[in-house]
């Protein structure tokens, strides 16, 4: 089976077309600014000093400026063009790390069923997830075919009810909100023919810089005229989820400061507070803590897989469920921060995993 990796890096093209990628010499810089020589950083990387400068040299050449310079008692310093490049590769991975792992995820999928002998794929639209992620990369590391395509969990739902899927993941919020969410997916499914298959609950919550240095305590914040906020995209079930919470706190969503920013994933949402381009963002916990960030629960959630109850017991569904309900697979899960598996595989009726309608 093949497997797929998408890197950002950046690029120095010079005005004579020549180009030079950053993705070596960045990590250099980053060993030279922790510890301070050039000489170190060499070895740390497993370069000849000669080789090391000679790729700073360069890079340096391209940009027209210094990346290193000399500092009495510190040696070996970043200069403020070598520290801007090291954040610009940090920004361009963080900003993009979740779409790219997406992306490989349905590259090497699509890939996979054409080199692979004919098979019968699981196919899932699902709201993007950690745990969604963990699924896909423990069905391909059982080789198991699967196609993902993530979605909006409304997308998703409506794409089951056409039959164009085998999976469809989205979540609902645990609480008062519930009804008012699980109404938005009960128009496409059907209790005689669907059923829910419990794949964790998870926390959401606010994303805030490390510290808080806005002294941010709940959602009543976002209406403070000194804060930014990035806001996931129209149709996300988070977006749903924080429009239902925000009005609960009295706070008009079109009110809140960048309200009309919006990010496609979790992990984009943390880049996004991470750089400073914004104070706030709202999303799952573990995309706070990879970006270091501060998390303020607001809500506990259940993420669902809707799927026909009569092709559980086929494959490939019956393989999907026997993953699910492996302890590995569950112990994949558990590392997640506010991550909780231990329900994971269970089937649930539809009425029960959706709960009362609010009609």
């Given at each position: 089976m093949i497997r797929i990796e998408c890197q950002a890096q950046l690029v120095v093209k010079s005005p004579d077309g020549r180009e030079a990628s950053l993705s070596d010499v960045v990590p250099l810089l980053a060993l030279v600014d922790e510890s301070g020589?050039?000489?170190?950083?060499?070895?740390?990387?497993?370069?000849?000093?000669?080789?090391?400068?000679?790729?700073?040299?360069?890079?340096?050449?391209?940009?027209g400026g210094p990346l290193i310079a000399k500092e009495r008692g510190r040696g070996s310093v970043l200069s403020e063009l070598g520290q801007a490049v090291l954040r610009a590769q940090r920004l361009c991975g963080e900003r993009l790390d979740g779409n790219m792992q997406a992306l490989a995820s349905e590259v090497a999928s699509d890939l996979n069923r054409w080199l692979a002998p004919p098979a019968d794929d699981?196919?899932?639209?699902?709201s993007h997830g950690y745990?969604?992620?963990?699924?896909?990369?423990?069905?391909?590391?059982?080789?198991l075919p699967v196609d993902i395509k993530y979605r909006d969990s409304a997308d998703a739902v409506s794409a089951l009810a056409r039959g164009e899927c085998d999976l469809a993941g989205f979540h609902l919020p645990l609480g008062e909100f519930r009804a008012v969410c699980a109404d938005t997916y009960r128009r496409w499914l059907d209790p005689q023919r669907h059923v829910l298959v419990h794949l964790t609950r998870r926390k959401q919550g606010l994303f805030l810089g490390k510290g808080n240095p806005r002294g941010i305590v709940g959602l009543s914040d976002l209406a403070r005229d000194d804060i930014r906020f990035v806001n996931r995209q129209p149709g996300s079930g988070t977006r749903m989820l924080l429009d239902l919470a925000l009005r609960k706190v009295g706070v008009d969503p079109d009110r809140v400061n960048g309200y009309a920013s919006t990010e496609l994933t979790?992990?984009?949402?943390?880049?996004?507070?991470?750089?400073?381009?914004?104070?706030?963002?709202?999303?799952?916990?573990?995309?706070?803590?990879?970006?270091?960030?501060?998390?303020?629960?607001?809500?506990?959630?259940?993420?669902?897989?809707?799927?026909?109850?009569?092709?559980l017991e086929r494959?490939?569904?019956?393989?999907?469920?026997?993953?699910?309900?492996?302890?590995?697979?569950?112990?994949?899960?558990?590392?997640?921060?506010?991550?909780d598996p231990q329900d994971c595989g269970e089937v649930v009726d539809l009425e029960e995993g959706l709960g009362e309608t609010t009609a």
């Open positions: 020589s050039i000489a170190q950083a060499a070895t740390l990387k497993g370069l000849s000093y000669r080789h090391a400068w000679g790729l700073l040299r360069s890079i340096e050449e391209r940009l699981v196919r899932i639209f699902a745990a969604v992620a963990a699924l896909v990369t423990a069905l391909v590391a059982n080789d979790h992990s984009a949402i943390a880049a996004f507070v991470a750089s400073g381009m914004a104070d706030v963002g709202f999303g799952v916990e573990p995309a706070a803590h990879h970006f270091g960030l501060d998390f303020i629960p607001v809500v506990d959630e259940d993420y669902y897989f809707a799927c026909d109850r009569a092709r494959a490939p569904l019956a393989a999907v469920i026997g993953l699910l309900r492996g302890s590995a697979f569950r112990e994949s899960v558990d590392q997640l921060e506010g991550y």
